[in-house]
């Protein structure tokens, strides 16, 4: 128990809860949080807020606070056990309310897909965070927890103290959010700061010892799946290898590689002019303007829509001569999911037995099992497919 933890007001804020994201991560935690969860809604407008509060039929406390203002995010952390955030991109409004929780020994989870966020966090709050007994956790949405928890699993099917080598495959059908595109168009849009971030990281953060952790990214024709493997960009795999570093479970030389299955290389072409089309825009302001302003944040696909879109992500073990093949999958990825994830990892931390981790840490190496065993109640599946 984090030094005056059991002072806490709140067992959970949900930050942002008035956009379209954190409208649906309200809903989910009105309609799943366990008895007794004492928790509150937060965000800049009052009016939006109360809007909020009438939806969930009045049984939840607001607070406002707005992301530009350390003194109203202070206190918010300081009146809580957990503290889920919607608001990004996170580079440009996020840091102020890690601070916050860095210092108070307030856990952290958010959306974040942006890997310069999360170095640059790492290098300004882990070393505070480590010290109050905070855990601050990014990515607990698509990105990166059925990656990160899934190739965990497929991990615990192979034998221990071996080599071993992950892939994972990412199939799916439906839309990324608003505030997901403006992260994503952002992020290019900083491709030094990225680079000159990770490279500040990789200087500071302890390697482990007498162990290797790489990744790979090959792509390529793979046969079990029949489909084109295509390396994918994303945050999942630093999330990956960096649980991978911090548990031993994962053996002495882990290999992880990340990517899209896609049945025909002319969807391939299409996704990478696509990507190309939006990285050379986003260099351009009024033209990044222009491309968010087609998908702006706060807004989202309808409930039908949803309800029609899937993920399922396929990782394919080896190690100690033993080969297996196992799945996680689930609804809507970019909304539904995203929400359940966000609303289920911070119910965790404010109420499961977890390790004892502290600082800057990952899904797998904080939440881990117990997570995973909350998303598998609420409808996600982690099963193996095939062991050999």
Known sequence: MLRGMTDREYDVVLFGATGFTGGLTADYLAANAQPGTRWAIAGRSQAKLDAVHERLGGNVATLVADAGDPAS??????????????????????????????AAGTHYVDLTGEPEFV????????????????????????????????????????????????RGF??????????????????MARGRQTLAAAKQRRAREPRPEGRRIHGEAKPGYEKELGKFAIPLPTVDPQIILRSAAALERYGPDFTYGHYAAIKSPLYVLGGVAAVAGILVGSQIPPVRRKLVSLRPPGTGPSEERRANSWFKVTFIGDGGGKHVVTTVSGGDPGYTETAKMLAESALCLAHDDLPQTAGQVTTAQALGPALRERLVRAGMKFEVERAG
């Open 119 to 166: 170095d640059t966090m790492y290098l300004r709050h882990h070393a505070t965070a480590a010290e109050s007994g905070a855990r601050i956790i990014h990515a607990c949405g698509f990105d990166s927890i059925p990656h990160d928890l899934g190739a965990q699993f497929c991990v615990e099917q192979l034998p221990e103290g071996v080599p071993l080598r992950v």
């Open 73 to 102: 995010v202070a206190r918010i952390a300081q009146a809580t056990k957990v503290v889920a955030t919607t608001v990004g991109p996170y580079i440009r409004y996020g840091e102020p309310l890690v601070a916050a929780c860095a």
């Open 170 to 187: 990412v199939t799916g059908d439906g839309l990324f959010s608003g505030g997901t595109f403006d992260s994503a168009t952002t992020a």
